[in-house]
T-cell receptor
Framework: NAGVMQNPRHLVRRRGQEARLRCSPM?????VYWYRQLPEEGLKFMVY????????ESGMPKERFSAEFPKEGPSILRIQQVVRGDSAAYFC????????????FGSGTQLSVL | KQEVTQIPAALSVPEGENLVLNCSFT??????LQWFRQDPGKGLTSLLL?????REQTSGRLNASLDKSSGRSTLYIAASQPGDSATYLC????????????????FGKGTKLSVIP
């Protein structure tokens, strides 16, 4: 049973470009969470999705950021017109359902904006 | 707003030593607390999860305790090994209004542990 898969592992973008980060949850998991870890900071919640639904995007910046989790395929975190401040590690986690279960995290995508 | 603090930020110990990592949180209305290990370039690995009604959890050489009323948790590592070198993260899950756990975790910044051979 493969774990949470994120790709790419590293992504380099120039200012103004778009970044697309992908996350495939563990088999049987239908809940996906995105967290961002800025340098020298703790992980911060961004968005929580179930299949075809955004449940809570309260941690997402209001502009340029969007997320989706389609019926088929991975969850996508999209950052448009990236700026240097977007440079961070983006982690995806999944769970079979909400509640008290452990979250299972992927290895993250390190985004570097030049 | 929940805030999670981990002290110390970094710790270096000789191999074989027992050690304690500390985590404190400002809002005691938590549902559970989880300790993670983060290795460079890798994801987070869950080590121990303590429900709010529990006092401690043990797994091998690891023991985590929880004092919900005082807003503190400790992670005790016995007989440390170089392979224990990593960053250890503490994360709390708040109580939701429904009484179940909120789906958001609030993380501390971590303690970077180095175990010297």
């Amino acid at each position: 049973n493969a774990g949470v898969m994120q790709n790419p592992r590293h992504l380099v973008r120039r200012r103004g470009q778009e970044a697309r980060l992908r996350c495939s949850p563990m088999k049987g998991h239908s809940h996906v969470y995105w967290y961002r870890q800025l340098p020298e900071e703790g992980l911060k919640f961004m968005v929580y999705l179930q299949k075809e639904n955004i449940i809570d995007e309260s941690g997402m910046p209001k502009e340029r950021f969007s997320a989706e989790f389609p019926k088929e395929g991975p969850s996508i975190l999209r950052i448009q017109q990236v700026v240097r401040g977007d440079s961070a590690a983006y982690f995806c986690a999944s769970s079979p359902r909400t509640g008290s279960e452990k979250l299972f995290f992927g290895s993250g995508t390190q985004l570097s904006v030049l | 707003k929940q805030e999670v603090t981990q002290i110390p930020a970094a710790l270096s110990v000789p191999e074989g030593e027992n050690l304690v990592l500390n985590c404190s949180f400002t809002d005691s209305a938590i549902y559970n607390l989880q300790w993670f290990r983060q290795d460079p370039g890798k994801g987070l690995t869950s080590l121990l999860l303590i429900q709010s009604s529990q006092r401690e959890q043990t797994s091998g050489r690891l023991n985590a305790s929880l004092d919900k009323s005082s807003g503190r948790s400790t992670l005790y590592i016995a007989a440390s090994q170089p392979g224990d070198s990593a960053t250890y993260l503490c994360a709390v899950r708040a109580e939701a209004y429904s009484g179940a756990g909120s789906y958001q975790l609030t993380f501390g910044k971590g303690t970077k542990l180095s175990v010297i051979p």
